[in-house]
């Protein structure tokens, strides 16, 4: 089992700045890739940044060029730095780990973005 805390969500103007933390404990060496996703009120959860264990990252186009995922592996953390923020990346954001037979969810982090 893997289990998953997500912090450092809240609201921010646009443009501004916002880094969320994942951090996890369990059977961590299971895990081949951590990802963040987001859902909308209304819309399907989305992919927005994967980092594998080798430490490929990819991103969705709706994100690219302002947020960066990145680990701290000797923290158990994955962090996804959001810049630029527009009033359309406002969601929850989920932290999602995916292990040899399965993937772990967070509980998830409320970002709004707004004057």
């Known amino acids: 089992q893997v289990q998953l805390v997500e912090s450092g969500g809240g609201l921010v103007q646009p443009g501004g700045s916002l880094r969320l933390s994942c951090a996890a404990s369990g059977s961590i060496v299971s895990i081949h890739a951590m990802r963040w996703y987001r859902q909308a009120p209304g819309k399907q959860r989305e992919l927005v940044a994967t980092?594998?264990?080798?430490?490929?990252?990819d991103y969705s186009d709706s994100v690219k060029g302002r947020f960066t995922i990145s680990r701290d592996n000797a923290k158990n953390t994955v962090y996804l730095q959001m810049n630029s923020l527009k009033p359309e990346d406002t969601a929850v954001y989920y932290c999602a780990a995916s292990g040899v037979w399965r993937d772990y969810w967070g509980q998830g982090t409320q970002v709004t973005v707004s004057s």
């Open positions: 980092i594998t264990m080798g430490g490929t990252t």
